[in-house]
């Protein structure tokens, strides 16, 4: 490839560079054979004013003014039949096989001035094959070569590692694998259901993973459940610190995972909620996927309230009441009430019809429970099955909180008798 002006001089130096173009995968490379897509810019801008599709009819095509019979030679026409109809790429591609064949004297004025011998940075280096990380061992550290974020890998999830695991968990920074962005980004952040885990850093306790939550197994259920022939995974701290606080999801069928209690349970808003056996069918239950927990996790949770504040209705539609919980109390709503009291922005969740009876059957909400009815702006507090008014002193930092008050119809409040 020549300058505008160097064509305009030499028709022979053209004829011969033509010439030694068809033979040029026979010849030996001048030295350079690779360079930078600035520098090819630079050529481009020398030749062609930097116009990658230029056809001025002069037989020359394209941003590097590539002749037909060189553009045939160094195998141009598996992109394009004509140069200047290649991208960009393509056209730098095949000239770093001319580059490769003949050195920058290909372009004898346009060449040097750009610099084109003397680099030899690859225009387009190939990506870098990066492993699968779901395929690395149990406790391999990775991190994407994007961003300084670092994940342990555990059971085919990413469990973030944060700086302050890094000393106590004695995670070795020096062996971190790189794998694939899309691929780091996409990893569980959350062992698999039913993965038994402990601190990395020590420790006796041990836990179960149920929806990213970790359950605490207690000495007995170690062995009785069968949590002792897992293997058992250490986690980075803060991860399970976190995961300890967490809920299990929300309609997620339980078990005791011992097999001792033959009941099934449904998780609602913390609180394992007995399923009788006619719903277990009836209500799809049984299509749901079924996990075994801790015994001793599952008495407990069991015996907790469904949190206040909560609004449920019977799932299987038999009953169309909707019902706000208030200290184990499922309090009837009227659509008015419904709306009124702002609960038709929290979520709806479905309960078996036959502990919602007993919840609605209740005669008065735990001690401690605060509720606030629309005929005053008294909030009561639940005091042995009585209702005692309460003072705007007792709200506040580290006080108790208005938003742990339970709005309920004026009827419920009424019907609990007053502290004298």
Known sequence: ??????????????????????????????GASAASVSTWDKVAQCEASGNWSINTGNGYYGGLQISMSTWRAFGGTQYAAYPHQATKQQQILTGEKILAGQGQGAWPSCGPAAGLGADHANPYPSAPSYPDPSTLPAGTLVKSPNGPDVKVMISGAGVPVAASDVTPDKYD???????DNAAFNGLPTSPPAGTVVHDQAGGAGRY????????????????????????????????????????????????????????????????AVFIS?????????????????????????????????????????????????????????????????????????????????????????????????PDSNTVWQVTGGKKKAMTADQFGAGKLSFDDVVSVPTAFTTKIPTAS
Not at 354 to 364: D, E, G, I
């Open 1 to 30: 490839m020549r300058s505008v002006a160097a064509r305009k001089n030499s028709v022979l130096a053209v004829t011969a560079t033509a010439l030694i173009a068809v033979a040029a995968p026979l010849l030996t490379s001048t």
């Open 277 to 373: 056996a006619s719903e277990w069918t009836a209500n799809g239950y049984d299509k749901r996927s079924l996990m075994g927990v801790p015994s001793d996790w599952l008495a407990s949770t069991v015996g907790k309230q469904v949190a206040n504040g909560s609004i449920v209705k019977d799932v299987s539609g038999a009953d169309a009441t909707v019902y706000v919980m208030a200290g184990g109390v499922a309090v009837p709503l009227t659509y008015a009430d419904f709306t009124a009291f702002g609960y038709d922005k929290r979520p709806l969740e479905g309960a078996p019809g036959t502990w919602l009876k007993s919840a609605a059957a209740q005669a008065a909400p735990v001690d401690g429970t605060m509720l606030l009815s």
């Open 208 to 271: 179960v993973v149920i929806d990213g939550a970790a359950l605490p197994i207690s000495a007995a259920d170690w062995t009785a459940d069968g949590y002792n022939t897992r293997p058992d995974m250490g986690v980075p701290t803060a991860w399970l610190k976190g995961a300890v606080q967490r809920s299990v999801t929300n309609g997620r069928v339980l078990m005791d995972q011992s097999g001792t209690d033959p009941s099934r349970y449904v998780m609602l808003n913390g609180a």
């Open 173 to 179: 920074l020096s062996k971190i694998v790189l794998v």
